[in-house]
């Protein structure tokens, strides 16, 4: 099997590699309440996977300047990664509208407490703030 070949199964097996961390991204981001830890876990292996891909597309460059061939197994395979490529590109952005769909919400959420809540214990500067209460001055 050519060197070419090669690099172009490895990609397959990244990208089905990928589109399993973006399953369970998407699924994060779907339930109800997101767990930060797992979603940071995702991003981080995706991260990965996307840095392996781009290494694997220069290698795949550089071979096929180097076999110049147009072999039907080399179309073949192109053609599966395209796709996949492209439907991994769907999936994305559709975790991209989920994740400004959650980022909204937390935003609401906040907006909705925020006039309750307690007042500054601390400053900008992270010294304690100075509260008066009739007539009386209470540090906290």
């Known amino acids: 099997m050519s060197r070419l070949l090669e690099v172009m199964d490895q990609m397959t ?6 589109k399993e961390v973006m ?14 830890s797992a979603l940071q876990r995702i991003t981080e292996d995706k991260s990965s996977l996307l840095a392996t891909l781009d290494y694997l597309e220069q290698l795949r460059r550089a ?8 072999s ?6 192109w053609q599966a990664i395209t796709q996949k490529t492209q439907h991994l590109r769907d999936i994305n ?3 991209g509208w989920l994740l400004e769909d959650q980022l909204a919400r ?35």
Not at 63 to 70: H, I, L, M, Y
């Open 93 to 95: 952005q559709h975790n």
């Open 23 to 36: 399953d369970a991204e998407q699924q994060q981001l779907s339930a109800g309440h997101v767990n930060g």
């Open 106 to 140: 937390n935003e609401q959420a906040l907006a909705v407490l925020k006039p309750h809540q307690e007042p500054n214990l601390y400053g900008a500067d992270g010294q304690a703030t100075t509260v008066s209460r009739g007539g009386k001055k209470i540090t906290i």
């Open 13 to 18: 097996v990244v990208l089905n590699s990928l």
């Open 63 to 70: 071979a096929q300047n180097a076999e110049n061939t147009g």
């Open 72 to 77: 039907t197994d080399i179309s073949q395979r």
